[in-house]
T-cell receptor
Framework: SQTIHQWPATLVQPVGSPLSLECTVE??????LYWYRQAAGRGLQLLFY??????ISSEVPQNLSASRPQDRQFILSSKKLLLSDSGFYLC???????????FGQGTRLTVV | GENVEQHPSTLSVQEGDSAVIKCTYS??????FPWYKQELGKRPQLIID?????GEKKDQRIAVTLNKTAKHFSLHITETQPEDSAVYFC?????????????FGKGTKLSVKP
C-alpha cells in the first residue's frame, strides 16, 4: 500500500533562518506531488506541484522554493524565513492514473 | 489558472438538519471535483468526488451536485450529526494527461450543535 511521510510535525524557526521540509511517498511510482500551505482560518493554498523529477510548477510567487530530486521525494525550502511564512504545510500526492489526493500529516511552522 | 470560490466560510446547524456548501470554479477545462473533510488537527481526507460527466452523486448522507454550464458544484449533508463538525474543502482539477494541479476553495467550518 502507499504511504506518505512528512516531517517534522512541528517546527519553530527564527526570522531569517533557512527552512527545509521533506516529504516522501512509498508504494507508488511517478506520483504527482503537491505542497500546500494552510494559514490560520484560511484554505489550502497550493504552493507548488510536480508531475515528475525536476519538474516544478509554482502557483504563488513567494519566499519559498521546491525541489524534486527523486521520483518520490518533494522538498520545500526557504533561504530566509519571514514571519508571514508561519502556517500549516501539507504535502500531498496522487497517482496520474487516479483522482484522489492523499495528504501527509502536515508540518506546523512557527516563525518567531 | 483555476480559481475556486467556496461559500459560506462558516455554517452552524442543529443536529438532524441539512447542510449545504457551494463552490464555483473558473476554468471550464476542469473535470474533476472532490470534497475533503478536515477534522481539527488532522489531515484533509476525501469524502466524495464527482466527475464532469455526472450531474449528481450520492453516498449515504452526503451528496454532490454539479452544474457544468454554471460552473458550480455543491455538497449536501443530510441528517447532520455532531461528528460531521469539521472544515470542508471543495476542489477543482483537470484529471488526465500530465496536468496535475488541484485547486482548493477556502473551506467551510461546519458546526453541528447537539
Amino acid at each position: 500500500s502507499q504511504t506518505i511521510h512528512q516531517w517534522p510535525a512541528t517546527l519553530v524557526q527564527p526570522v531569517g533562518s533557512p527552512l527545509s521540509l521533506e516529504c516522501t511517498v512509498e508504494g507508488t511510482s511517478n506520483p504527482n506531488l503537491y505542497w500546500y500551505r494552510q494559514a490560520a482560518g484560511r484554505g489550502l493554498q497550493l504552493l507548488f506541484y510536480s508531475v515528475g523529477i525536476g519538474q516544478i510548477s509554482s502557483e504563488v510567487p513567494q519566499n519559498l522554493s521546491a525541489s524534486r530530486p527523486q521520483d518520490r521525494q518533494f522538498i520545500l525550502s526557504s533561504k530566509k524565513l519571514l514571519l508571514s511564512d508561519s502556517g500549516f504545510y501539507l504535502c500531498a500526492w496522487r497517482s496520474t492514473g487516479r483522482t484522489e489526493a492523499f495528504f501527509g500529516q502536515g508540518t506546523r511552522l512557527t516563525v518567531v | 489558472g483555476e480559481n475556486v470560490e467556496q461559500h459560506p466560510s462558516t455554517l452552524s446547524v442543529q443536529e438532524g438538519d441539512s447542510a449545504v456548501i457551494k463552490c464555483t470554479y473558473s476554468d471550464s477545462a476542469s473535470n474533476y471535483f472532490p470534497w475533503y473533510k478536515q477534522e481539527l488537527g488532522k489531515r484533509p481526507q476525501l469524502i466524495i468526488d464527482i466527475r464532469s460527466n455526472v450531474g449528481e452523486k450520492k453516498d449515504q448522507r452526503i451528496a454532490v451536485t454539479l452544474n457544468k454550464t454554471a460552473k458550480h458544484f455543491s455538497l449536501h449533508i443530510t441528517e447532520t450529526q455532531p461528528e460531521d463538525s469539521a472544515v470542508y474543502f471543495c476542489a477543482a482539477s483537470i484529471h488526465g494527461g500530465s496536468q496535475g494541479n488541484l485547486i482548493f476553495g477556502k473551506g467551510t467550518k461546519l458546526s453541528v450543535k447537539p
